[in-house]
Nanobody, 122 residues
């Protein structure tokens, strides 16, 4: 299984970006797809996760109301729409797939994509 993340870039504060994460090698019908981020000198932290079936999604408090996670099962792809970006959102963003569970903890994840850098200037 490979996860390919894309969509990062440089944006001014208040701007928007949309990250994508496409899985290849197998399809998923259970478990979750999620996004984590790691800023300079920080631990990798949970951002958002969504179940592969149904519409249940979870968000970190720091991004609630600004970020929206979604997925397209037919394309085996997940998305993270990031609006009203802040300089503190600057980080490498990683997508992952947990084949079971709600995907709220790093330990649940079986597969990870490479990071995509998001830089928000003030």
């Amino acid at each position: 299984v490979q996860l390919q993340a894309s969509g990062g870039g440089l944006v001014q504060a208040g701007g928007s970006l949309r990250l994508s994460c496409t899985a290849s090698g197998r399809t998923f019908s259970s478990g979750s797809m999620g996004w984590f981020r790691q800023g300079p000198g920080k631990e990798r932290e949970f951002v958002a996760a969504i179940r592969w079936s149904g519409s249940s999604a979870s968000y970190a408090d720091s991004v609630k109301g600004r970020f929206t996670i979604s997925r397209d099962n037919a394309k085996n792809t997940g998305y993270l729409q990031m609006n009203s970006l802040k300089p503190e959102d600057t980080a490498a963003y990683y997508c992952g797939v947990a084949t079971w569970g709600w995907g709220l903890a790093r330990t649940e994840y079986d597969y990870w994509g490479q990071g995509t850098q998001v830089t928000v200037s003030s």
